[in-house]
């Protein structure tokens, strides 16, 4: 019984043609018009399914739903009640912003599934009841028949039934930058997406020739539908940012509420005061020690990393990312496009006698010929104007500058090959207008050849041929000799030399040519067997980029390791990793041999060998899990639709700007603009300094905060008077927690960022070290507190004047600490430190005024209850803050000195 739809399971590239229309229900002349109906009815439309999607209100309100923000919600109800609308107001703002971003920037997620859905074909040509006709894309069902033609968009999977000289443009697919000549032979069931050379997959391009198809798969069971099926079954990770953050707010809600009742059951049981006076001092103390501004600052800091980053050509679409750049360890690259330019150049020139390579730059005609390290002239060698010449003729690309790029249109081989000659000093437009194509044998994978047949004015006639070299070899009859003559052919030589050249990675096209008749006009393919002269052979590459090889280096100096994933041959794969600089190139692991490790093998491989090749998107997919199972922050980077999945799971998915599908870059966290791989490095290293800004923030918010709560604190346990009162430690965190912490968003990169090692995932943002550093200062800035304060009332001051020394006292030493806190990793002291950067001076002036303004305004003395503070106990002040600074630095010094003696 003949089965009427397409099993997404059966490998159609391992039967042939004539028996995939017989499992299909098929036939040459189509489905008949109720057929049609039939399977539309059971497989449904020809496009991606849309993903169930939450609520906009419930996804919104998520957004909520953390401790942190809890804390500051309780902070907001508390400040409410103590009639501090201003700090009110501020928690909320800071609450509802953080939640409006967090909801924008998820709904961009969720539209990787759609960039998918879109890149299936609108339209369609199909034979149905033996009749061509023009249908919607989303109207084909399996068992139709597709006629396929150059420019067209592969509208779901086919299994080739005819092909005339059919190319297929994969790069999406498989990330092989060069089309896929496609026939009806079936091939191995274990190929590789790449290798299946008789199937034509949903979302490709139509690159030349002709050819019918019939599908296979459509929609979701489609090779893209897959892919779109792994996005929506992987998890994206949280970033170290957000878990930490989750675990600091979760420790900082217990250590607070913790701290609260044992002071509210100590001031009421023990010291017996009035309930409503420690409830209302124990409030005060909650709202000093939370940090409502933080997640401000923290979103500001990340903002502000996004507009450096922008600045560098690194778009970023979900603000966590930045940070999570910064700790990468390993960089998952994609070959074509990514390390490499995605245009064909020759690179190696072949002749009878000698071996030449060739410099240059992408398609521009513009480049070297080298000749065993030694510059040379074409000029030198009269066999290169002739091979240049076959180049043009046997030729249908055209190579055109536009705003300054060498595009080509057409076939980018024949493209490279027209950039060859104009190396070769070859005008390509005078040579096409001086030899007219009279005839053409146009590339079938067939026979493996093109041939023209071209005449000039002056009554000569040239049949040219370019092939295959193993074909080409057998088209010939003799080889062109030293002095322009014609010699017997040496075999040997040509296919060893071949051999050699396609060991480089490189794809190797022969050339060859034949004098006829000038009175012979059309071209029979008896006319190119066994009489050809062959003039040369051109090795082709897709050349790396010169600056993803200084790129890696960088990366390899900041200990982050470079791993190439890619869908091409292994000899090309291995070829452009010795260029970029790879580290591990001796070893090449294949998708076939993937998949024959398990879990605990592979575990051990992606340690030992840094490329892979003729990969599918599970291949990669997999990697980057068994990375991350090492500990490893992964980043990935790609433009093709195969990349989206790993794209996702990455700790960090990079895609490429110009080059990249829709797919991958919604799939992605960052986007880069100018697809150059050496912009990551740039990305990479303005995330090392929002983490240290992010760093610098926290060590300086947390310890400032801590001292504050604890001059309330000893104040309650030892029955003191507070020395400074809860309306003036608000006016403290309105003016200073906010403020003083943008400005350290605003640090610039710190000396030898670059040079450190990556950190680890695992490390804790809030670690022994920034303990440390709170216990120490808290502890300054309480002695420093209650000294001046104790100065003050040992003077005779009034309560209000010591208050206002204290209060003053608290802000110096914050500035100081900002100071010290700019260069945590190298010396504060030093003149670049003590300059700082205009914004940290435009915010230490405007709080200097600030204070100014409550301590000697008579209306702001009112509201805050401070007192004019006299002269000497002003420079009192001040050296309090300059001997903080010098105890904190000198701590530091001997701690940085102590840990570069452990490390020799």
Known sequence: ?????????????????????????????????????????????????????????????????????????GAALITALLGHWVDTWVILTVVVVNAIIGFMQEGKAEQAMDAIRHMLAPQANVIRAGERANIAGEQLVPGDIVILEAGDKVPADLRIINAHGLTVQEAILTGESVPVDKHTHLVAENAALGDRSCMAYSGTLVTSGQGKGVIVATGSDTEIGRISGLLSQIETLTTPLVTQMNVFAKWLTILILVIAVILLAFGYFVAHYDFTEIFMAVVGLSVAAIPEGLPAVLTITLAIGVQAMAQRNAIVRRLPAIETLGSVSVICTDKTGTLTRNEMMVSSVLTHRHLFTLEGSGYEPKGSLMLEDAFVSPAQHAVLEELARASILCNDASLREHNGAWIVEGDPMEGALLSFAGKMDLNTRQEQASWARTD????????????????????????????????????????????????????????????????????????????????HTVLEHAEVSGSLTLIGMLGMIDPPRQDAITAVAECHDAGIQVKMITGDH???????????????????????????????????????????????????????????????????????????????????????????????????????????????VAAVREGRTVYDNLKKVLSWTLPTNAGEAMTIVLALLLGMTLPITPIQILWVNLITAITLGIALAFEPTEKNTMRRPPRSRHELLLNGGLLWHIVLVSFLFLCGVFGTYSYAIDNGYSVNLARTIALNTLVVMEIFHL?????????????????????????????????????????????????????????????????????????KQMRLAFQKMKGE
């Open 1 to 73: 019984m003949k089965n009427t739809g397409a099993s997404s399971k059966t490998n159609w590239h391992g039967i042939s043609s004539d028996l995939t229309l017989e499992a299909l229900g098929s036939s040459q002349n189509g489905l008949t018009k109720i057929d049609a109906e039939a399977r539309f009815s059971t497989h449904g439309p020809n496009r991606m399914p849309q993903a169930p999607r939450r609520n906009s209100l419930v996804r919104f309100l998520l957004h909520f739903h953390n401790i942190l923000i809890y804390v500051l919600l």
């Open 440 to 519: 053409a044998i146009p590339f079938d994978a067939k026979h493996q050849f093109m041939a023209t047949l071209n005449h000039d004015h002056e009554h000569h006639a040239f049949i040219h041929v370019k092939g295959a070299p193993e074909r080409m070899l057998a088209m010939c009859a003799n080889q062109r000799s030293a002095n322009g003559g014609t010699e017997p052919l040496d075999t040997v030589y040509w296919s060893e030399q071949a051999d050699a050249i396609a060991a480089l990675g490189q794809r190797v096209l022969a050339i060859a040519v034949n004098p006829t008749s000038p009175a």
């Open 570 to 680: 292994t000899k090309t794969a291995a070829a452009i990793g010795k260029q970029v600089g790879l580290q591990n190139t001796t070893k090449v692991l294949s998708g076939k041999e993937l998949d024959e490790l398990d879990d605990t093998a592979l575990s051990q491989a992606i340690l030992e060998c840094d490329i892979f090749a003729r990969t599918n998107p599970e291949h990669k997919l997999r990697l980057v899990m068994a990375l991350q199972a090492h500990g490893k922050t992964v980043a990935m980077t790609g433009d093709g639709v195969n990349d989206a999945p790993a794209l996702k799971r990455a700790d960090a998915g990079i895609a490429m700007g110009l080059k990249g599908s829709e797919a991958a870059k919604e799939a992605a966290d960052l986007v880069l603009a100018d697809d150059n791989f050496a912009s990551i």
């Open 819 to 891: 100071f010290f806190i700019r260069n945590i990793y190298s010396a504060s002291l030093t003149w670049q430190g003590v300059r700082g950067t205009k914004v940290v001076w435009a915010v230490v002036i405007s709080i200097t005024i600030a204070q100014f303004a409550i301590t000697y305004l008579p209306l702001l003395q009112t509201v805050f209850s401070t007192e004019s503070i006299p002269f000497l106990d002003g420079l009192i002040i001040i050296a309090v803050g300059i001997a903080l600074f010098t105890i904190i630095e000198a701590e």
